[in-house]
């Protein structure tokens, strides 16, 4: 008894299990690509005799992380990074729930257009407006200022903060808020405490973007700022590179592993809150 063409060729199942497999080695290619540059930092900043081979080093050393750990090195830039990116995360929360608000609960035909604008300031590219900004805060004294590039941080990451907060605020039932205004409560009111709350896994993903976005940016507070002594570990990384292609691998990994730490300890910090959900359905029935 003759078989059917298609169990002849392997059948659906085989062509199925051949997908899976090619789909499973895909992402194990890509899981490799981004581990094997971790690995690399890892590994170097432990050992001695450091290059850009990926290799288990002939033996640990805390030496490298010795030698970074210094007042100039690691310790200054990282509070002016701290400073300028803490303060522009918290400026950028504050304005994108304060600008997401009105465009989730308020009809207008004016929120289309204004969104849309949004997300053509979003693909600009940076490099295309630094030099306006630059003559801009030349003309305002705002140049060489901590405050000032704290505010372009803010303003650079505004646009993107109030697609992803307006969308996170969509999913707040509006009647929880007509509850309250019953109650006398105002709409700034509601915002603080009714909408923000409830919608916390949003302003953690808001807040993490932004701040992740500020911490690895090299080319605002170098252009921006000028005194040595308010540059950003963002900035500083770059010493490690010698004019002439010189480069102490394994100090240059060990400033890396003290540089991710902030943006991993504040993932950990929020990471409940990005696990959570709205689990408001049952807040409007009965």
């Known amino acids: 008894m003759a078989l059917p063409a298609w169990s002849a060729m392997g059948g659906p199942r085989s062509r199925r299990t051949a997908r899976r497999l090619a789909a499973d080695a895909g992402l194990l290619a890509v899981a490799a690509a981004f581990a094997l540059p971790l690995a690399w930092v890892v590994l170097s900043a ?3 005799h450091a290059d850009l081979r990926v290799k288990a080093p002939d033996g640990v050393t805390l030496a490298n992380f010795d030698a970074v750990l210094t007042r100039d090195i ?3 830039p990282l509070l002016n990074s701290l400073i300028l990116c803490g303060g522009g995360t918290l400026l950028t ?3 994108a729930a304060l600008a997401a608000y009105p465009l989730s609960r308020f009809r207008s035909r004016l929120n289309r257009p204004f969104l849309l604008t949004i997300l ?3 693909s600009l590219p940076i490099t295309a407006i630094m030099v306006p900004v630059y003559a801009l805060f030349v003309q305002v004294n705002l140049i060489d200022t901590m405050h000032g ?3 372009f941080f803010a303003a650079s990451q505004l646009p993107f903060a109030i697609w992803l907060m307006k969308n996170f605020m ?3 039932p509006k009647e929880l808020e007509e509850a309250a205004w019953t109650d006398g409560a105002s709409s ?3 915002l603080l405490r009714i909408v923000l709350p409830l919608m916390g896994p949003g302003v953690a993903v808001v807040t993490v973007f932004s701040f992740v976005m500020m911490w690895g940016n090299f080319f605002v507070p170098f252009m921006l700022l000028l005194t040595p002594d308010q540059m950003p570990a963002s900035v500083s990384i770059n010493e490690f590179f010698g004019n002439r292609g010189m480069v102490v691998y394994g100090q240059l990994a060990a400033f890396s592993v003290i540089y991710s730490t902030p943006v991993l300890l504040l ?3 929020v990471a409940r809150r990005l696990g959570g959900g709205f689990a408001l359905g049952g807040a409007v029935k009965g």
Do not use: E, K, M, P
């Open 120 to 122: 053509f300031a979003t």
């Open 149 to 151: 590039t704290i505010f």
């Open 188 to 190: 700034f009111q509601s």
């Open 170 to 172: 969509d999913g707040v």
């Open 74 to 76: 690691v310790f200054t």
């Open 267 to 269: 993932y950990v910090l």
């Open 46 to 48: 432990l050992d001695a």
């Open 93 to 95: 929360v504050v304005c």
